[in-house]
């Protein structure tokens, strides 16, 4: 599901966006001289320009509260738009006069939380964002990160708490990505269809591009192909750069058995990690010529990762270690290691996925009893489970 944290400044009037190892913390550059990785700007040339004026600006204001939280959340938007951790310690950086205070300003509070939830570090998000409401008992915005953060580790039922304390469309597209994983698919459908069919959601791109993949997941889960189809790509006509719907939309292709799509879909030279990955999977498949160099590509970034100590892309290195390295016990291996931090379905799947392939089914029983017992819908996960009770 696309996650909440996506939307949180969209539905609110807050001037922050908050974000989605084992507990690893993001890599926190120790001097200016540091040179972490060129990234594309915002992600183009001028917000690559707007980036460089915001870290001079901080380099001469940098107790400066506006301008580092402003720094922050650039940083911050950068790491989901490219699904790199890195920026994110950029962020924690801008913060560092406040990040270990014993009070600090609720600006910052979010954006810890944001940058301790992406790092997978859920408790202590979960605390920030109880300091928050504490404090600010109607603040919207950290009650829907609440509810991501809850959703993501697997906690439905607290969730729906933190949605409970939202109203109107809030509210509904609180509960929808809950709904979706709950057993009750096709009635989050119907209620995000008459959000995406109303007045409100035409004034905002952003949101109505959220709630079209939110859509577009709800219709494959539900069978419904052709729809699913057509919500991708309503999705990535208002923004064809969002990593997370070009991946779920390469998902989608790569189970249609439409590895070419896929190619076609992802540039090459993709900086985002996890958009490599699917086009790796996809040149595998059609035995490309480019396959090799694209495994290459990969292993070297997940390599990259370890010396970082960064345990955030579990999930995608199981996917990498199962169909492009072939070792099944491995990938199970890695895929249990993050099913203990996060729990969504892709998550599941790969986990059932890898056991499966491994002959280790026994190892996976807990998750596929978690899959009955959410009502997870979806043909290929329905399979799995029934593979792995069979076993």
């Not at 599941?348 to 002959?359: K, P």
């Not at 280790?360 to 799995?384: F, H, N, Q, S």
Request: proline fraction near 5%; charged fraction near 25%; hydrophobic fraction near 50%.
């Amino acid at each position: 599901m696309p996650t909440l944290r996506a939307i949180a400044p969209t539905l609110v009037s807050a001037a922050l966006f908050a974000a989605s190892a084992v507990r690893a913390e993001p890599y926190v550059p120790t001097n200016d001289a540091q040179v972490i990785e060129r990234l594309p700007g915002g992600t183009d040339a001028r917000g690559d320009r707007a980036m460089r004026a915001m870290r001079a600006l901080l380099a001469r204001r940098p107790a400066d509260l506006d301008v580092a939280v402003r720094f922050a959340q650039a940083c911050v938007d950068r790491a989901k738009a490219l699904s790199d951790p890195r920026p994110l310690g950029q962020a924690q950086a801008a913060l560092s006069p406040w990040w270990d205070a014993p009070d600090p300003p609720v600006p910052v509070l979010l954006l810890r939380a944001t940058i301790r939830q992406r790092s997978h570090a859920f408790e202590p998000a979960l605390a920030d964002l109880d300091r928050v409401v504490a404090r600010e008992p109607s603040n919207a915005q950290a009650w829907l990160i609440r509810a991501d953060v809850q959703l993501v580790s697997g906690d439905h039922d607290g969730a729906r708490a933190s949605c409970a304390h939202l109203e109107g469309i809030i509210a509904t597209l609180c509960v929808a990505p809950i709904d979706g994983v709950d057993g009750a698919s096709a009635s989050a459908h119907a209620s995000i269809s008459v959000i995406l069919d109303g007045p409100a959601i035409t004034r905002d791109e952003r949101l109505r591009a959220w709630a079209s993949t939110l859509a577009a997941e709800l219709d494959e889960r539900l069978g419904r192909t052709a729809d699913a189809e057509a919500r991708y790509r309503a999705s990535l006509a208002i923004d064809p750069f969002d990593a997370y719907t070009v991946a779920a939309y390469a998902d989608f292709l790569l189970d249609e058995g439409r590895p070419q799509d896929v190619v076609a879909l992802i540039a090459a030279d993709t900086p985002v990690d996890n958009l490599l990955l699917r086009r790796a999977q996809a040149e595998h498949r059609l035995r490309s010529a480019d396959a090799a160099r694209s495994r290459a590509a990969l292993a070297e970034r997940f390599a990259a990762l370890h010396a970082r100590g960064d345990r955030v892309h579990l999930r995608e290195e199981a996917r990498y270690v199962l169909e492009l390295k072939g070792d099944a016990d491995a990938a199970l291996e890695l895929a249990l290691e993050n099913w203990s931090v996060q729990k969504e379905p892709l998550d599941a799947r790969i986990a059932l996925e890898s056991a499966l392939a491994a002959g280790r089914a026994r190892d996976v029983v807990v998750i596929a009893d978690w899959v009955v017992r959410t009502r997870l819908e979806g043909a290929r996960i329905a399979e799995l489970v029934r593979r792995v009770r069979a076993s």
